[in-house]
């Protein structure tokens, strides 16, 4: 068994949009929410609308969503996300006029899409880990950002550095009110795309990271788990991991 406490909650509104930190998060069973409810779709011909990702158009990095702030502190989204654009300016999600300013930023045709039933890749939830975060530095003699991983609960324990790659399943998470478990379908350790070489900002690319990934830990950083027992979260709660 392992003990610590949650270091950071994310939430990322809009699939390969930059995202918002949290003091609290709802985790039920969709996942976290509010967490990739929300997508651009492509628009050319020879794309069929699909979601545009990162991997297509990482200048899609340079712009951020957030939902707007609830009266009463629910870590309940209350609504459509709020998109800024590189300079800034707030974009309201059914403002007519956000496709087109999105398409003159990417150089793509887009329509923009909210998800049914929220998480493009079922309802999950990324957990990753300081001691991993801190070991991977070490490796590459470099500093890494959490966000390139796009995790939905970053935890600070006492179990030793790339733990979770053994994490089979039955694994327990105990965190705050919720319990997160290792169980169905893509849960397991998380096989990484090309997404974390590049910075947060999508200004520069590190593709000797994903390499060392690949090399050194079968391309696998940090763990995707399912909600068991559905609560609210924040930084700073308790958390205990069994194997």
């Known amino acids: 068994m392992y003990q610590g406490t949650v270091d950071g909650l994310h939430r990322w509104p809009v699939k390969s949009l930059r995202g918002e930190r949290l003091s609290a998060a ?22 069929a609308g699909k979601r545009l990702t990162v991997r297509q158009s990482p200048p899609m990095l340079a712009w951020e969503a957030a939902y707007p702030a609830t009266c009463d502190g629910s870590p309940e989204p209350p609504g459509p996300p709020v998109l800024y654009s590189p300079g800034g300016v707030p974009w309201a999600w059914d403002d007519p006029g956000l496709p087109g300013e999105l398409t003159e930023s990417y150089g793509v045709p887009l329509s923009l899409r909210a998800q049914d039933g929220q998480q493009d890749r079922g309802p999950t939830v990324l957990v990753t880990f300081a001691a991993s975060l801190h070991g991977l530095e070490e490796e590459l003699g470099a500093k890494v950002e959490v966000e390139r991983f796009r995790p939905n609960v970053h935890l600070t324990t006492d179990a030793p550095a790339f733990a979770e790659e053994s994490f089979t399943e039955g694994t327990v998470i105990t965190l705050g009110e919720a319990v997160l478990e290792v169980t169905g379908d893509n849960a397991g350790p998380c096989i990484r795309c090309a997404v974390p070489s590049w910075d947060p900002y999508g200004r520069e690319r590190r593709p000797e990271l994903q390499k060392h990934l690949i090399a050194a830990h079968e391309n696998k950083f940090g763990v995707i788990m399912r909600v068991t027992r559905p609560g609210t979260v924040r930084t700073g709660d308790p958390v205990e991991v069994r194997r």
Request: proline share 5%.
């Open 26 to 47: 709802l985790l039920d069973h969709r996942g976290l929410a509010g967490d990739r409810a929300y997508a651009l779709i492509d628009e050319r011909p020879t794309h």
